[in-house]
């Protein structure tokens, strides 16, 4: 069942996601050459803390960190350590917050020191690919014209989707219907229609090479099949009365 908020629930985790945002936006400052991913997972933490608000990941379901911290290969899920960053890779930080009774939830991907051309490449398909898809956020679409609308645009740059992670609804739970894919699945149509009061978090995850992933033995850490990079970028937004608006933006 998909749950409408309210506008005054919305107002609520506008909150929750600005909060996201400044924790990214803090990592995003400080990342560089030689800081390792746990160091950039304290920094998370202080922040929503220091905002009164608790990190949506650490526990849930068993996940250690407060920070989902991807390097190259690794698409999501990666757990912080003390890995130390070097020149040329690219981390996608995957950050949620639980503020008030509703969560946040947003991710970015950045290139470490100087990256290379066809990275950085990847790294703009992906961010450019998740603002395509927003912009089918209007009351009315379908919700598989998000899908392909992302779909189209990533594939026609020679990168891949991942399939086996989806994006999703949000508020009091972290993961609320409708599941978000970042393709049009052939056995469906158009999906449910989008209505004022859908808060959703869509998240394209998007391969240099194949869209094959696979689990690493720890149990959480998802990486592309053939070993080539990937990228996320997300946001959660808000249909209302007057369009859409992006809630993890400050």
């Known amino acids: 069942m998909i749950i409408l908020k309210s506008q005054q629930e919305i107002e609520k985790m506008r909150i929750s996601n600005r909060i996201v945002a400044e924790a990214l936006n803090k990592i995003e400052e400080v990342i560089d050459v030689g800081i390792t991913t746990a160091e950039l997972d304290k920094i998370a933490e202080s922040v929503i803390r220091k ?118 609804g949000i508020g009091v739970s972290l993961h609320e219907e409708p599941q978000i894919p970042n393709f049009v699945p052939l056995d469906k149509c158009n999906g449910p229609r989008l209505k004022k009061g859908m808060v959703l978090a869509i998240e394209p995850m998007v391969n240099m090479g194949s869209s094959e992933v696979c689990v690493l033995d720890d149990n959480w850490t998802v990486v592309t099949a053939d070993r080539t990079l990937s990228s996320h970028f997300e946001h959660t937004v808000a249909i209302t009365e007057n369009g859409v608006k992006i809630l993890s933006q400050i």
């Open 51 to 168: 905002n009164g608000a608790e990190p949506a990941f650490k526990g849930y379901r068993g996940f250690p960190n407060t920070l989902c911290a991807s390097v190259n290969e690794e698409v999501v899920h990666g757990i912080p350590s003390q890995r130390r960053l070097k020149e040329g890779d690219i981390v996608s930080l995957d950050l949620g917050v639980f503020y008030e009774g509703y969560y946040g939830d947003a991710a970015i991907t950045i290139g470490v020191g100087k990256i290379d051309e066809k990275t950085q490449r990847l790294l703009n398909a992906t961010r450019e690919a998740l603002f395509i898809g927003i912009e089918k956020v209007k009351e009315g679409n379908y919700l598989y014209s998000i899908s392909g609308a992302i779909q189209r645009y990533v594939e026609g740059l020679g990168f891949s989707v991942v399939r086996a992670f989806v994006g999703h």
